[in-house]
């Protein structure tokens, strides 16, 4: 579990990243990336909708995904500013192994972030 400081929790903010963040889509998420204030820790987001399967199969992706975020945190806290991270599942993430989401979301997150390091430092 992602500790309390690193979840994001408020719908203003998952929408404003979702809206002004780099993106980056593979075959099973899609990973959107914005830096907001310094000062605050690295935030991270999930979206698990309903096309992704039942209850139990929603569940069990997020649970993946925050295992593998969480592994990732550190990146995010290098970046200058405050990370705001909001992962979104497609449906083709239900019946992933735990290493192809493991792989998307490492390429995905290491080409947002070389986008906004780009974008903040001339």
Known sequence: M???????????AFRVTVRSGRRCGSRTLVVHLALHS??????????VSKAVGNAVVRNRVK???RHLTREH??????????????????PPSAIA??????A???????????EVASKVTP
Do not use: I
């Open 73 to 90: 945190l550190p990146v995010l806290a290098g970046l200058p500013g405050s990370a705001v991270l909001v992962v979104r599942a497609l």
């Open 38 to 47: 310094p000062g605050d820790p690295a935030q991270v987001g999930f979206v």
């Open 97 to 102: 192994t735990g290493a192809e989401l493991a």
């Open 63 to 65: 649970r993946r995904l």
């Open 2 to 12: 992602l500790p309390a400081a690193h979840r994001l929790v408020s719908s203003d």
């Open 104 to 114: 998307d979301l490492r390429r995905c997150l290491v080409k947002v972030t070389s």
